[in-house]
């Protein structure tokens, strides 16, 4: 329940409570100004993410997905009218109504309920395979591993982006490693064995806004939680010369990747989803590279935890009057049914992105392979085992692309078949 202006009290109905912290949109104490279009894309949530991935079987038609994706587009509201929240008063909504048709305004009943249709029948769109897989497999014996490469020592090299600007490579080698989860979610399974058979190069750390700016001098990383104009500021800067570049679409990715071929005079491109995590465990068994999801990850890794939960003292507008209000922090949810997107154990030190190779590198020399900002691959989204004679690493196919590695905003520890 909320207290609205005038002292009206709204209800928010218990499945909204639930559900709202896993979409991601403008929240309340977001900037008012115009948004980049895509700016908050549906498949970015978590919700939908989940319900792709075959969320504990949940089936969903096409128009349970648009309602889905038009309720985040529309800033996930709870109601669907002003009446649904209070009384309107002295018959403001029929003047309304008046005003509209008089000046040839928009003549559609805001506070009409619209018939619900009849109930959602389908398969969920996107995976139907999943529907027929085993929910549990056996797991790949430890022996399967012998082929995995052992941490070595990490082969650098570093290439001029002109400007002052630099870039430092990593060569990663081949070899093999099992890839999938018999455990995990429908789409992570079965485990099959993937093998590396060109050794490659790949950047030590995320590309900075100081290198992408070499391709794309007017991109702008913006800012995380943009306050309303006023004293808290625009927010946190994600624009730094050393922070990763941020809000660049898969697509300008790529073409970020012919300007560096051109200009180097070699072929760069992005890794493909088998290479980046292939590169991410290093050679590794655990479920990520320095240990298992409990581990303390804040040496290693920039996610969700007590830095981003708990701001500091309002100074600089790292805390906007809204936290201030309820006493929250930005993604520690307890307005809206206790749920805590924030892992409180520990602390990274970083309440938004940080500066790349802030944390320690993996056994093969690479920064930020989990958290920081997410990255692009080149592989389109499809269910394992993972190919790559089915083309699904082929740049030209259409379809949704894979992000891999984690966010400072993505909680690790909790996986998602456990909400």
Known sequence: MRRALGGTKVKYTPAYETLIPYIRRVNIEDDVGLLV???????????????????????????????????????????GTWGDVGPIPNGADTRRLELRRLYSGPTEDAEAIPEIPKPFTGLNRGNPKLESRNPKQTRIPDDEFQNCPAPCEPFEKTIDLGGDVTMKLVRIPTGQFIMGDANGLPDERPPARVSIDRSFWMGACEVTNAQYHRFDPDHDSGYFTKRFRGPDGPGLSLGGPEQPVVRVSWERAMAFCRWLSRRMDAHFTLPTEAQWEYACRAGS????????????????????????????????????????????GILESKV???????????????????????????????????????????????????????????PADSGRKVVRGGSWRDLYSLRLDEI
């Open 285 to 328: 068994r655990s479920a990520l590279s320095y240990g298992d999801v409990d581990a303390d990850f804040s040496p290693w890794a920039n996610v969700a935890d007590k830095a981003l939960s708990v701001p500091p003292k309002p100074t600089g507008g790292l805390e906007s009057n809204i936290v201030a209000y309820f006493g929250k």
């Open 37 to 79: 279009p895509g700016e908050y894309h549906a498949d970015t949530s978590e919700l939908i993410q989940m319900l792709i991935k075959g969320h504990h079987n949940v089936r969903l038609d096409d128009e349970a997905w648009d309602r889905l994706v038009t309720w985040i587009d529309l800033n996930g509201p709870c109601h």
């Open 336 to 394: 809206y049914g206790g749920n805590i997107l924030c892992d409180l154990r520990f602390d990274d030190g970083a309440v938004a992105t940080a500066n790349v190779g802030s944390y320690q590198p993996n056994a093969w020399g690479l920064h930020d392979m989990h958290g920081n900002a997410a990255e692009w691959t080149r592989t389109t989204y499809r269910v394992y085992p993972c190919r790559t004679d089915d083309g699904r690493d082929d």
